[in-house]
Structures are given as structure tokens and as C-alpha cells.
């Protein structure tokens, strides 16, 4: 069972930057997983920003945060990262990290695709 926990959320200014990390296990050596970022806010629409791929370390992001946001993985501990900069007041929201096997998937400018296992998120808020 694979399991998920994001940390690195808080308070910062617009301009700022962040990094979240999301510790992973139950994963299988022998598959391939498409693992991702994600945000939303009670009553908006899911968005998914950002996926690796960890078949082939293909990466995917959102048209909305390509060149702000940089996903990266470390394969040994098992940790994937979201590095945010030129944050803005609307990426306020709360931040998952979601896996599923198999390849990623983008649709609509945004990482698409059914995730099967999540985490419980992490606040971002940007705000002067």
C-alpha cells in the first residue's frame, strides 16, 4: 500500500519561493509510477501542476506554473519535491502529492489521469 505525507507548506510573500517534499512508501522496485503534485481549494477545481514519471524521469507541468515550478524525485529516499518560485497570491492553496501507476498523463494544459493513492496535503499561502 503505497503511502504519501507532504510537509514543507507555510507563509510566504509574493515573490517568494517554497519547497515542498513528499516522503513516499509502499512503492514496488519492479513498477512504474506516475507521481505528481496537485492543489486545490474547498469548492475549486482540482489542478494538477506538476508529475514525474519514474519509469524514465519524464516530467510534466501545468502551463500555469511551467517555469516557476520545478518537480524532482530522490529515488534513494523515496522523496518527491516541489520547488515553487515567483509565488503569487492565487497559488494559495492546498498542496497533495498523488501517485498511480503507470505512465503521466496531461490533458487540458494540466496533469491528468486517475490517481489512486494521495496525501493529506500542505498549505501554501502567498500573501503580503
Known amino acids: 500500500q503505497v503511502q504519501l505525507v507532504e510537509s514543507g507548506g507555510g507563509s510566504v510573500q509574493p515573490g517568494g519561493s517554497l519547497r515542498l517534499s513528499c516522503a513516499g512508501s509502499?512503492?514496488?522496485?519492479?513498477?512504474?509510477?506516475?507521481i505528481g503534485w496537485f492543489r486545490q481549494a474547498p469548492g475549486k477545481k482540482r489542478e494538477g501542476l506538476a508529475a514525474?514519471?519514474?519509469?524514465?524521469?519524464?516530467?510534466y507541468y501545468a502551463d500555469s506554473v511551467k517555469g516557476r515550478f520545478t518537480i524532482s524525485q530522490d529515488k534513494d529516499k523515496n522523496m518527491l519535491y516541489l520547488q515553487m518560485t515567483s509565488l503569487k497570491p492565487q497559488d494559495s492553496d492546498m498542496y497533495y502529492c498523488?501517485?498511480?501507476?503507470?505512465?503521466?498523463?496531461?490533458?487540458?494544459?494540466?496533469?491528468?489521469?486517475?490517481?489512486?493513492?494521495w496525501g493529506q496535503g500542505t498549505q501554501v499561502d502567498v500573501s503580503s
Open positions: 498523488a501517485a498511480d501507476l503507470g505512465i503521466c498523463v496531461m490533458g487540458m494544459g494540466t496533469v491528468g489521469g486517475m490517481f489512486g493513492w
Open positions: 509502499g512503492f514496488s522496485d519492479s513498477k512504474y509510477y506516475c
Open positions: 514525474i514519471y519514474t519509469g524514465t524521469g519524464s516530467t
